[in-house]
């Protein structure tokens, strides 16, 4: 009988090995007591268990992701923050910008950024071209969003389509001649000459700085070769058919070019003409 | 079989003889061959002018035989390969064909432009000289308002000019030239549409400024070109004050042989400069900016230099519209202060500016004399003060581009402009006019204590001195009047040098033996330097 009570009564009479008739008091206490370990053993577990539930919702990292990931915790984390979420005031979150953005950013050298101003400079990449691929893809596996496709990205191009969009979409800013154009406020469209078939692609398909974005919806892969197309064979290769080119800044140059050269050296031969006496 | 001597030699005269027994032309033909011009640099550059046009008409005539006015529309295939299949205007096409297709076409093209830019150009410098040497003056004041029309009917020339191959940047162009006319208050809406044929761009523009461009305006260009020489011709030409030189008489050389040989030299020089800038430089380069179309307008798109001033002046202006309430309301746009009056209103001051300044002076009298800039600071720095606004204007008109590439705000660049606007012409005159005072001033100090020869004399008491050169002869300090002449400030003007040696590059002669100048020894070799020591090692 006492036995049988025994294995009734809860475990703390039973370590105290003896049967108590206890007052109401420590009856309350030890319920508080077990109320408190009881919630400790399930914030202990939840605690061990959480990460392990979010690592099940986001496969792990592949390797090369996770290079970039400690690439990006030594040279963007101060801006962009752990785990690319941003920080107020310094950097935008890249959760979403997709490997195109980190493509261009990074290896045209505009990423890291010197200071903060008006816009990115382009500079020599810090990064090689190894671990642009290792930061875009822990970008591109952090959130998803827009990728540069691989292989010849101007393929089966259209010269004179590739004009017709450049001029309709990209001359208002990068200029006829792909020489670039100022915007207001200290902010600038580059100059194209630099850019690589790859760089432009990821340009169009981010939109980077004041660049809108001009996605697959808006120009359709073939015409982004086009217009890569243009620029590359057009714009940069082709010789200047007049000769000197005078940067291709338009009439600004010409007239500048008319005082400076025809002007200056019909001066002197006046001079020498009306010297001859 | 005697043949019978053939006298070359005689030719010349036989011929001049016989025309001259059928026209009577030798008595005139002599007034015109004997009449003299003087020589001075600053009066060839209406001379490059007036040769630009020259070749403007030459190349211009090549450039009408392959271009075709029509905006009739065509699907390009010549052999410039980026736009091929595209769709555009018979004017492009037949543009893009004279650049590519068309044996010489580009060169002639490009030189037809440069020499425009030239044209405009010395223009431009030719009224500055005018300016401000007061070449302007009674009874020359026609011959300027011709002047500046010709400046302006040359930007109306310009202006059709570039619009005619109807590529994207000529038709941003015609766009807003279409949008100041619109701005005019009343009239507008009616201009543009009488003038394009209906809502730009229209299907007839081209053809209509064809017209005007190889027609009308090089008629009037021809016309007041001719009748600005003929008054040249008529009046004389001005000349520098100088030895024998008065209001009356006119130094220089004779039309024929010399003048006119320098002149057929200068032509050739003027042409050679323009067919080097043709085809060394390229401009308007057409084929990148694609056909006009309403929707394309390229970054960098200015106005030809001439024209640019005007573009300056709308990137400046504020915002400010003008409501006016009547009836439905009416709006007087903000282009309509700098692209309409503001030319009006230096059109008017610069025609008027002769009386003005005759009228400010209260002088009536004939000047043949040319006056040195410094002699009249009022004006010259009242032209320093125009040229300011004008450059600021230019210089805004190319805003973005210098934003660009030196790396400035855009909006720092607009609100320079609108500041430098205000400050600069007043900087401007104050500057200039110190400027001439301060050149006045040591001409009437050379003249008072003579020219600086650079000889520094100790006197006994240990001052040194520099010894000058008195211009009168007689005892020392004889002051000379300042009368606007040039006064030499160098002794190698006085002859001290000699005469200078022949020759462009590399003497043709032997250089004559510098003559000693008068008063001074000829300078003896130096004599052996002789240690100067305590005196021990003599002994």
Redo the contacts between chains.
């Keep these: 009988m006492t036995s049988d009570n025994d294995r009734r009564r809860g475990l703390l009479a039973r370590l105290r090995g003896r049967p108590a008739a206890r007052s109401r008091g420590r009856r309350r206490l030890g319920a508080a007591l077990r109320l408190i370990a009881a919630l400790t053993l399930a914030g202990g577990a939840y605690t061990v268990f959480a990460p392990g539930v979010q690592a099940q919702e986001n496969p792990p990292l592949t390797s090369a992701a996770a290079e970039g990931k400690a690439l990006f915790d030594v040279s963007c984390v101060t801006c962009h923050g752990r785990n690319a979420q941003g920080v107020e005031g310094r950097g935008p979150s890249l959760i979403g910008v997709g490997a195109a953005s980190v493509d261009f950013q990074v290896s045209t050298g505009r990423m890291p950024m010197a200071r903060q101003e008006?816009q990115a400079m382009r500079k020599p990449p810090v990064f090689t071209a190894d671990q642009v691929d290792q930061l875009a893809q822990y970008i591109q596996e952090l959130g998803g969003g827009p990728e540069v496709p691989e292989g010849d990205l101007r393929r089966g191009a259209d010269?004179?389509t590739?004009?017709?969009l450049f001029?309709?979409n990209c001359?208002?800013?990068?200029?006829?001649?792909g020489?670039?154009?100022?915007?207001?406020?200290?902010k600038?469209?580059p100059s194209l000459r630099p850019a690589s078939d790859r760089q432009i692609y990821a340009a169009m398909l981010s939109g980077p700085q004041n660049m809108p974005v001009f996605g697959d919806n808006q120009i359709t892969p073939e015409q982004k070769a086009d217009i890569i197309a243009?620029i590359q064979?057009?714009?940069k290769h082709?010789q200047?058919?007049?000769?000197?080119?005078?940067?291709?800044?338009?009439?600004?140059?010409?007239?500048?070019?008319?005082?400076l050269?025809?002007?200056v050296?019909?001066?002197f031969?006046?001079?020498?003409?009306?010297?001859?006496? | 079989m005697k043949r019978r001597k053939f006298d070359v030699a005689a030719v010349p005269a036989k011929t001049a003889g016989a025309v001259d027994d059928r026209f009577q032309v030798a008595t005139p033909l002599r007034k015109l061959l004997n009449k003299v011009f003087p020589?001075?640099?600053?009066?060839?550059?209406g001379?490059?002018a007036l040769f630009s046009f020259v070749v403007l008409l030459l190349t211009g005539v090549f450039l009408t035989f392959f271009f075709e006015p029509a905006m009739t529309e065509v699907v390009y295939n010549g052999s410039y390969?980026?736009?091929?299949?595209?769709p555009m205007s018979a004017a492009y096409a037949s543009s893009l064909d004279i650049?590519?297709d068309v044996r010489g076409g580009?060169i002639m093209r490009?030189m037809h432009?440069?020499s425009a830019?030239?044209f405009m150009?010395?223009i431009v410098?030719h009224m500055l000289r005018v300016f401000f040497t007061g070449a302007f003056r009674k009874p020359r004041e026609t011959n300027w308002i011709i002047g500046s029309l010709l400046f302006w009917v040359g930007f109306l020339a310009g202006f059709t000019g570039y619009s005619l191959p109807d590529d994207?940047?000529s038709g941003t162009g015609l766009r807003i030239a279409s949008a100041i006319m619109l701005s005019i208050p009343v009239i507008g809406s009616w201009l543009t549409s009488s003038i394009f044929g209906g809502e730009f761009p229209g299907t007839i523009i081209i053809s209509r400024f064809y017209i005007a461009h190889v027609l009308l305006i090089p008629g009037l260009l021809l016309a007041l070109i001719g009748v600005h020489l003929g008054l040249v011709f008529k009046q004389k030409h001005t000349q520098w004050p100088g030895p024998g030189r008065t209001n009356e008489n006119v130094v220089g050389?004779r039309m024929f042989p010399?003048y006119a040989l320098?002149q057929g030299?200068?032509f050739m020089?003027?042409f050679g400069?323009?067919a080097l800038?043709g085809?060394?430089?390229?401009?308007?380069?057409i084929?990148?900016?694609?056909p006009y179309?309403a929707?394309?307008?390229?970054?960098?798109?200015?106005?030809?230099?001439?024209v640019?001033f005007l573009d300056g002046s709308t990137r400046l202006m504020p915002a400010w519209e003008v409501h006016i309430p009547i009836g439905d309301g009416y709006v007087i746009p903000p282009l309509f202060w700098p692209t309409v009056v503001l030319p009006g209103i230096l059109v008017g001051i610069s025609l008027a500016y002769p009386f003005l300044e005759a009228r400010h002076l209260k002088d009536r009298k004939h000047h043949n004399l040319l006056q040195r800039p410094r002699d009249v600071p009022a004006r010259t720095a009242a032209g320093a003060m125009a040229l300011a606004f004008f450059v600021v204007l230019?210089l805004s008109?190319?805003n973005?581009?210098?934003?660009?590439?030196f790396?400035?705000?855009?909006?720092?660049m607009t609100w320079a402009g609108r500041i430098g606007l205000l400050i600069a012409p007043p900087v401007a005159y104050y500057v200039t006019y110190r400027l001439c005072l301060g050149l006045q001033q040591h001409d009437r100090e050379v003249l008072a204590h003579g020219v600086e020869t650079g000889i520094i004399r100790r006197l006994p008491d240990g001052r040194f001195v520099e010894v000058h050169q008195p211009l009168a002869s007689g005892d020392g300090h004889a002051e000379l009047d300042y009368v606007g002449w040039v006064v030499p400030k160098k002794m190698n003007r006085l002859g001290a040098l000699g005469p200078a040696i022949r020759g462009?590059f590399y003497p043709i002669e032997k250089p004559a033996e510098a003559p000693v100048s008068p008063g001074h020894p000829p300078v003896e070799p130096r004599t052996e330097r002789e240690e100067i020591g305590s005196g021990e090692g003599r002994r």
């Design positions: 008006a010269l004179a590739g004009g017709e001029r309709i001359s208002q800013c990068h200029a006829f001649g020489g670039g154009g100022a915007l207001s406020s200290g600038f469209a243009y064979e057009t714009l082709d200047d058919q007049g000769g000197f080119n005078l940067g291709r800044y338009g009439p600004s140059t010409e007239g500048l070019a008319i005082f050269v025809g002007l050296a019909l001066v031969a006046s001079l020498w003409i009306a010297g001859k006496s | 020589d001075h640099w600053s009066f060839l550059l001379e490059i390969a980026p736009l091929r299949g595209t650049s590519f580009l490009q432009h440069w830019l030239l150009a010395s410098v994207g940047l050389e010399r320098k030299g200068f020089v003027v400069v323009i800038m085809g060394l430089f390229q401009i308007n380069p084929w990148y900016f694609g179309e929707w394309v307008v390229s970054a960098a798109s200015q106005p030809d230099w001439y640019m230019t008109g190319a973005d581009v210098i934003a660009d590439k790396q400035i705000s855009l909006n720092a462009f």
